[in-house]
């Protein structure tokens, strides 16, 4: 009887802490769906579910009414739950938009079915629909504004791809309606930018985003002057400059106005332009007519030589000599810059997760120079300099990995320099312009000898930085092209423009979509298996070497000579042969123990990132579930008691 009266007391118990719990359940939730309604846990660890300082001071900021249309289409919830959980992650993110801007941002949502006046509407923002099925229907996902002056700015299709950068593309949607009057920004070039007949004059990349922010216009080497109200002057890879544009460039940093330069040693991205395309030029052309003017701001990029780097290399495929098979190398002349590359100090660096250089050269602060000199993005120390003509001509990745000697230095490949300066020209003009300047007068008048405003411009030593191919990778849907970003490299240049005509709007928040998370002790121990197994497979070229010189000389010998070989020659040829062979079959052994501890190590990592967070939740479980009921058999002692 007792014992069913302890069971009945138990089974009371119980249903009576289900029932707390429910209600405790009940409670919790009513009281964040009232009092956190906008509050969200992100877990990322670059918190990409939480909008940036950036994003929430232009918010705060804006002055004028801003109409917001999303256009989503239901039935794309039938496609599967990606698009529909990016859907609810748009509508959130663009309802966080409206809380925080103080009434200036409206927003809708619109269901654009066939025919009905929401897709008027869409099409008429200048969405393009996508074929739902083969009956024709279109479907809609896109967001479209209007500010109060009808100016207008949309993004056609927000592809879940680009999820990591929703924020942005949203964000330089309201900033650019917020702002409508975009800065000048005037670009000289000899690289392609603007696409040639061969690609059907298809812009960059770089330039179609320098648009989406600024009035970008283009001058050609031949010009004489400078464009009015030019904020930001942009010289990427120029070889030749006439007298009268270099000293333009001169008087209009004298007068305060800021330059964006991409120089390089070996401009590779030049061999898409001109009469020769599809030829390497020369190195040095990048550089060009630069080399005066980088003077007299006080730096010099060593002539002719690029930063080679053995840390950062991109691994490439290359056709071994000897197998003739495929082997994976180091190209030490293209740089994949991760980490601690970056200055942190800096808001045009400070946010940057990889970027990509191609045979970048080295900024160095001349003797002479009183600028500040401030490093932007660098190499690790086991970096060298190496003669660009080592990769002018059919380079090859394996020679040049043996050539490599680490000068255990670090070399800036980006640099910031500010402070003030003197003229190119201390003189006044040059006599070329004042021959073909007509007001001679007003020029030798208008003349400075030294800066006005202080110098500031940030210098990048590589022109390659700006394809394509670089940084990026490009998707065609519904005629619209979609960029997918591979590095950080557009981030970098459109942030030094905005920060160079004082804006800082969106610096911090360009790459933060972009993640990048190595395997640094894989990184490592791949060095360290490099490092192991070099040296022996060094020996044993050497090796090799030294056995087909000797065959070589004997044989030689015999045919000089005239004089059929000895037994004992022949079988010292014999010998040698075996030699080899047994040289060659330890020289490919050495290579595949190399990749076997590389593969075997990414292996190990892989299954302890894959098995890792399990175990610890089963564990942590377990240990719960103990705890549990460990408290519950204590309890039940107390109550029997």
Not at 278 to 289: F, K, R, S
Not at 303 to 324: H, L, Q, T, W, Y
Not at 460 to 471: H, I, K, S
């Amino acid at each position: 009887m007792i014992e069913k009266i302890k069971n009945t007391d138990r089974s009371v118990l119980a249903v009576m802490c289900v029932g707390l719990a429910i209600i405790f359940f009940l409670a919790f939730n009513a009281l964040i769906n009232t009092a956190f309604t906008s509050s969200r846990l992100d877990l990322t660890q670059d918190k990409l579910f939480t909008l940036s300082d950036g994003t929430k001071k232009l918010l705060s900021t804006i002055d004028e009414p801003i109409d917001v249309r999303l256009y989503y289409s239901r039935r794309f919830n039938e496609i599967g739950p990606d698009i529909a959980r990016h859907a609810t992650r748009v509508t959130e993110l663009l309802g966080e938009y409206e809380r925080l801007s103080n009434g200036m941002i409206r927003f809708e949502v619109f269901d654009p079915e066939p025919f009905s006046p929401e897709e008027d509407l869409a099409v008429s923002d200048g969405l393009q629909g996508l074929p739902f099925d083969q009956s024709g229907e279109l479907v809609y996902f896109g967001v479209a504004g209007t500010n109060s002056t009808d100016d207008t700015d949309s993004i056609g299709y927000l592809s879940p791809e680009r999820g990591p950068f929703l924020e942005y593309d949203l964000t330089r949607l309201v900033h650019n309606l917020a702002n409508p009057d975009k800065a000048r920004i005037t670009i000289l070039s000899d690289l392609p930018l603007q696409g040639t007949k061969f690609d059907n004059y298809k812009e960059w990349l770089i330039v179609e985003g320098m648009k989406q922010f600024f009035d970008v216009q283009f001058i050609d080497r031949e010009d004489k002057k400078i464009p009015e109200k030019t904020e930001v002057l942009v010289i990427a890879a120029v070889h030749t400059l006439n007298p009268s544009l270099t000293y333009a460039i001169d008087q209009f940093v004298m007068k305060g106005g800021r330059v964006l330069a991409f120089v390089d040693p070996f401009a590779e991205s030049m061999a898409l332009a001109g009469p020769q395309a599809g030829q390497l030029p020369p190195p040095g052309v990048g550089i060009g007519a630069m080399t005066p003017l980088l003077k007299s701001w006080g730096v010099e990029m060593p002539a002719g030589k690029f930063v080679a780097n053995s840390d950062d290399a991109v691994r490439v495929g290359f056709p071994d000599p000897e197998s003739g098979q495929q082997v994976a190398v180091d190209y030490v002349s293209w740089l994949t810059l991760v980490g601690d590359r970056f200055s942190k100090n800096d808001t045009v660096s400070g946010q940057l997760q990889r970027i990509v250089v191609s045979s970048a050269g080295a900024f160095l602060p001349t003797k002479e120079s009183s600028i500040k000199f401030e490093p932007l993005i660098y190499t690790s120390k086991n970096s060298n300099l190496m003669d660009a003509f080592e990769i002018a001509q059919q380079p090859n990745p394996i020679t040049l990995m043996k050539k490599f000697q680490s000068e255990d230095k670090s070399y800036p490949i980006a640099v910031r320099i500010s402070g003030n300066i003197k003229s190119l020209y201390p003189d006044g003009p040059p006599k070329e312009v004042t021959k073909l300047d007509k007001d001679t007068a007003s020029v030798d008048a208008s003349h400075l000898s030294e800066t006005k405003v202080p110098l500031n411009a940030i210098l990048v030593g590589d022109a390659d930085f700006l394809a394509d191919r670089n940084w990026a990778r490009v998707q065609e849907i519904a005629g619209q092209r979609l960029t997918m970003p591979q590095a950080n490299n557009a981030d970098f240049a459109i942030n030094a423009l905005d920060n160079l005509r004082g804006s800082q709007a969106l610096v911090g928040l360009r790459g933060r979509g972009l993640s990048v998370r190595p395997f640094e002790i894989i990184k490592e121990m791949r060095q360290i298996a490099d490092d192991k197994f070099r040296a022996r497979e060094q020996e044993l070229l050497n090796s090799i070497s030294k056995i087909e010189k000797n065959i070589d000389e004997l044989k030689r010998e015999e045919q000089t000579t005239g004089v059929i070989l000895t037994s004992a020659q022949q079988n010292e040829i014999d010998n040698f042969r075996v030699k080899m062979l047994d040289s060659r079959r330890d020289l490919r052994q050495v290579q595949r123990s190399l990749r076997n501890d590389v593969e075997t190590l990414e292996n190990r990592i892989r299954v302890v990132n894959i098995w890792a967070v399990p175990v610890v939740i089963a564990f942590i479980a377990i240990l719960l579930a103990f705890v549990r009921r460990a408290r519950r058999a204590r309890f039940y002692r107390t109550a029997l008691h």
